[in-house]
């Protein structure tokens, strides 16, 4: 497959200068893989960091900056980054403070941050971990022990950051992010698989004609294999998934947070029309939806593909998601 990279051994760097080069208010050191927002110990408020593999662009680093992230480190395309950027990470935005992990359900991702976690606290920085597993298509996947963490990370990422920026203490900060992740589930589905730069070629195989139900961000496989539907009925059965696991999460009458994402290769008239049917589905099941986002925000490479997020959302969550927010990737409110 034609590819705009230079090579497969260098693209993460690659992607990291051009970032560096892109936005001069995050300092981005290319070496040691990782990226943090400048300035950021100046404020003397707890710090968030978060990471995972390259390939889920702009999931994390596109999210560092003024009321969101404080640092994020990226791995090598769909491979956990390793304890001692998350170190590095932790250090270079610790004010005193303490920090928040922010971790996708993915094995490697777990341990490492655990790994990097009790490295940060003998250097005498205080760490809290939060875990996101709001996917509800499937348990104990391809990487997964549990449910796998998708587009609440988007979610918890930037009601915890707002929730730091204006100062709230560490445990507030954590807390605030597992209820979050307590309160969202995701369902994504796939048109196309992903290609790696290290394959070349698509990375699972999914026959014209065909979709996945459930599929996983890496391309792990989800529910079941159908033949193309309409969007109508994609949406019918990707909101009847989520809804249907959202029912344990009061009150059932209570307002949503939504996020209908792309995976990396569907546009953005797909995504609003695909759009169109989940505010459907939504307003015939009673379903008050409070705010919205549709675009590219946790994808995977270039699979076209979509997933849709929920969070059932009371008025202080609304308040911290409508809270001022600066990233390479979101921003509103300044």
Not at 77 to 105: C, E, H, I, W, Y
Not at 132 to 157: I, K, W
Not at 309 to 326: G, I, N, Q
């Amino acid at each position: 497959m034609n590819m705009l990279i230079n090579s497969a051994e260098t693209v993460v760097a690659d992607a990291l200068r051009g970032m560096a080069a892109a936005h001069p208010d995050l300092d981005v050191d290319v070496e040691g893989r990782v990226v943090v927002r400048r300035g950021v110990r100046e404020g003397g408020r707890v710090g968030l960091v978060s990471g995972g593999g390259s390939g889920h662009e702009p999931l994390h680093a596109g999210f560092v900056g003024y009321g969101m992230l404080s640092g994020a480190c990226p791995g090598e395309v769909f491979t956990s980054p390793v304890p001692d950027q998350m170190l590095r990470a932790a250090k270079a935005v610790d004010s005193g403070q303490g920090v928040l992990f922010v971790v996708k359900n993915y094995t490697g991702d777990v341990l490492n941050f655990d790994m990097a976690a009790e490295l940060a606290e003998e250097d005498g920085i205080r760490v809290e971990r939060v875990l996101v597993n709001d996917d509800v298509a499937v348990t104990d996947s391809l990487y997964t022990a549990g449910r796998r963490g998708t587009g609440a990370t988007l979610f918890v990422e930037k009601i915890a950051g707002a929730a730091a920026e204006e100062g709230a203490p560490l445990e507030q900060v954590a807390a605030l992010a597992r209820r979050v992740n307590e309160a969202s589930r995701s369902f994504g589905v796939a048109l196309s698989a992903c290609s790696t730069p290290a394959k070349g070629s698509p990375t699972f195989d999914l026959p014209d004609g065909e979709l996945e139900l459930g599929v996983g961000i890496h391309g792990e496989p989800g529910r079941e294999r159908r033949a193309m539907m309409p969007s109508r009925d994609i949406a019918d059965f990707a909101v009847g998934a989520v809804l249907e696991d959202l029912a344990a999460v009061g009150p059932a009458d209570g307002p949503v947070l939504a996020l209908v994402n792309g995976m990396g290769a569907t546009p953005l008239l797909e995504l609003y029309g695909f759009h169109a049917e989940v505010a459907r589905v939504l307003a015939d099941r009673g379903v008050p939806v409070a705010r919205t986002l549709v675009g590219n925000y946790v994808t995977s490479l270039d699979m076209a593909g979509c997933s849709v997020t929920l969070c059932r959302a009371d008025d202080e969550l609304l308040r911290l998601w409508d809270a001022p927010v600066e990233t390479a990737a979101l921003r509103w409110g300044r």
